[in-house]
């Protein structure tokens, strides 16, 4: 199943009084290039997300936004820090003691007196544990890359279709050059004998195995028949990658650079107009497709 590269998804949740939304879209890359934008204040997030999704995907520049929201309700609601009472009190009783110790009576601390004291009361916008949140956000992120997944697939299974018709416009055209130099050949041999026939009537002492070697290494020059079965044998490569599972986007870009070679060997090798033709066409259909396999992932 052939994937792009090519992909977004969004997604939105909430829970433990927060509510956030997620944004995930790639395009065509060389490699592997994952871009976050995520609070940096929910240790461990970063580096969470980024070894899920190296998980899941193999190539492409793919962006990642998280954006996450306090709700209203929790944003006033103030809580007891419970670590900071016992060192407060403790506090309170050294200073009656060394008050008594002193003959100097102290008014008794009330709750509120306490309470005011910098640390026992929090906000929603002081310092928490994270790591509640972290795993509410880390368990959201599997559907999100699903959503993902499942659209880079889609647009891979167009992508296949287009590839596949290309692929087959190749074979086409190879296969009109195959027919055209059965008839290149023809007329070849009827111009090498005419001009044979002119070295003979014209020369005296030709040295008739160096003509007939001459002879033979221009044939050798113009034949294409390598060119042509390479080139079938790169259509039947390139289908059999597109039924692969997995990123196979690497092997299609090798894939391209021989099927120009060929290419541009059969033009040079021509020797005909019509040949020359099917040459020019096929590199212009090669090019159209390095275009659509360099989206694949």
Known sequence: MTISMTGFAARKGQGLGYSWAWDIRS?????????????????????????????????????????????????????????VPPSVL?????????????????????????????????????????????????????????????????EGAALAGVIAAQLDRIAELTAEAGAEVLTRRDQQRASLAEALARVLDNSEGVDEARLTQELALIAVKTDVTEELDRLAAHVAAARALLAEAG????????????????????????????????GLDLKTVIDQLREQVQNVE
């Open 90 to 154: 403790a506090a309170l009783h050294q200073v009656e003691e060394a008050a008594m110790a002193a003959g100097v009576t102290l008014a008794q601390p009330t709750s509120a007196d306490v309470l005011a004291l910098r640390g026992v009361l929090e906000n929603g916008t002081q310092a928490e544990d994270t790591t509640p949140l972290r795993q509410a956000l880390m368990a959201d992120l599997p559907a999100l890359i699903a959503a993902f997944s499942e659209m880079r697939a889609a």
């Open 27 to 83: 395009v065509n890359g060389k490699g592997l290039d994952l871009r976050l934008r995520v609070p940096d204040w929910v240790d461990g997030l970063e580096q969470a997300i980024r070894a899920d999704l190296q998980k899941a995907l193999g190539r492409g520049n793919v962006s990642v936004t998280l954006k996450l929201a306090r709700d209203e309700a929790a944003e006033g609601a103030v809580r007891v820090n419970m670590a």
């Open 247 to 278: 990123p196979v986007g690497r092997k299609f870009d090798f894939l391209m650079q021989e099927f120009m070679r060929e290419a541009n060997t059969l033009c040079s090798k021509a020797q005909s107009l019509a040949l020359t033709r099917i």
